[in-house]
């Protein structure tokens, strides 16, 4: 229980850090087990790679403190809600199924975590547009690149395993 509220920073920094998560591949291009390149669409893997992504797309100094202030701004403007539901949660984890109220906080915990679901989606989308803003016109075309690379790289591998998984169910039969 004492890990929840660690755990929902390092999950909201990681989400409000996931427009430019990127793992860095190996020499050959393809990404080591549990990395990835191109842009991250959420989840709880590669948060740091954000920080890898500014080393790929060689941010000046100046870019580095705009993008650090504008993860400082997302998060902070997070904070408060975080806390309120990690709050909110312990409270509700206190009470047991036969406690008076307890359907009740159930489901004001969880319009709580939608509000803070929608809040930090909304978050991560102003984060990534304000830092694609500090990007030369040079790392965006790089950014695209790199996604598009991504891309094919994750194509690739789901029509390797979609053959794989008809080779295995055609053998068992």
Partial sequence: ????????????????????????????????A???????????????????????????????AQVKQIFKQGFSQLKPQMQAVHQQRAAFE?????????????????????????ARVTQGAATRAQIYNVLTSAQKSQLATMRAERQQRMQQWKQQHAQQANGSTQSAQ
């Fill in 1 to 32: 229980m004492r890990k929840i509220l660690p755990l929902s920073i390092l999950l909201t920094a990681a989400l409000g850090c996931s427009a430019l998560v990127f793992a860095a591949p190996q020499q050959d291009g393809t990404p080591t």
């Fill in 94 to 118: 206190a009470l047991t199924p036969d406690a008076a109220g307890y359907q009740q906080a159930a489901a004001s915990l969880a319009q709580a975590e939608a509000a803070l679901t929608q």
């Fill in 34 to 64: 549990g990395q990835h390149a191109g842009w991250q669409h959420g989840g709880h893997r590669g948060h740091h790679g954000a920080f890898m992504a500014l080393k790929k797309l060689n941010l000046t100094d100046d870019q580095k």
